[in-house]
């Protein structure tokens, strides 16, 4: 009889073993689940967050780009006006028939300005420089030109 009951015992013991290894797995694996599964809602929140600063990104960079070509476009009309108050090189050739001519502006416009004008009795040459690069510098060398025109006539 005992030793049917010590079998008896160490069948229950093995089954006890066997139940509470389940019980422990199956909370290992609850618990893994749990921290899997949340671990995959934050992610998903992150990315919808992700894209959004993204989406929001993309649209920044659309108006920056919009507004640089904007300005870049601004600049080279700007540009073109600058030339066109200018003296051509045969302008210049006129009054100093052996010279060369270099304009090279630090930016597209410049505050740097060259000038030529001949009246009946003399022949006026300047080369100026404006205070300012760019468009600041532009503006000053357009005044310059107009108030030597001026002046002249």
């Known amino acids: 009889f005992s ?16 139940v509470y290894l389940s019980i422990i ?13 949340n671990s995959s809602r934050r992610r998903k929140k992150m990315n919808e967050v992700l894209s959004e600063k993204n989406e929001l990104i993309i649209e920044q960079k659309a108006i920056v780009e919009e ?36 304009f090279k502006p630090k930016d597209v416009v410049s505050g740097d300005f060259f000038w030529a004008e001949k009246t009946n009795e003399w022949r006026y040459l300047t080369a100026a420089d404006c205070t300012g690069h760019g468009v600041p510098g532009a503006f000053m060398s357009m005044l310059g030109v107009a108030y030597l025109n001026e002046i002249v006539k």
């Open 67 to 102: 507004r640089n070509q904007a300005i870049s476009d601004s600049i080279n009309y700007a540009k073109r006006l600058q030339a066109a108050i200018l003296p051509t090189r045969e302008q210049i050739n006129v009054h100093l028939p052996n010279s060369f001519l270099f």
């Open 3 to 18: 030793l049917e009951r010590a079998s008896h015992n160490e069948e229950v013991a093995k089954f006890q073993n066997i």
């Open 25 to 37: 797995g199956f909370i290992i694996l609850s618990v893994s689940l749990f921290i899997f599964i």
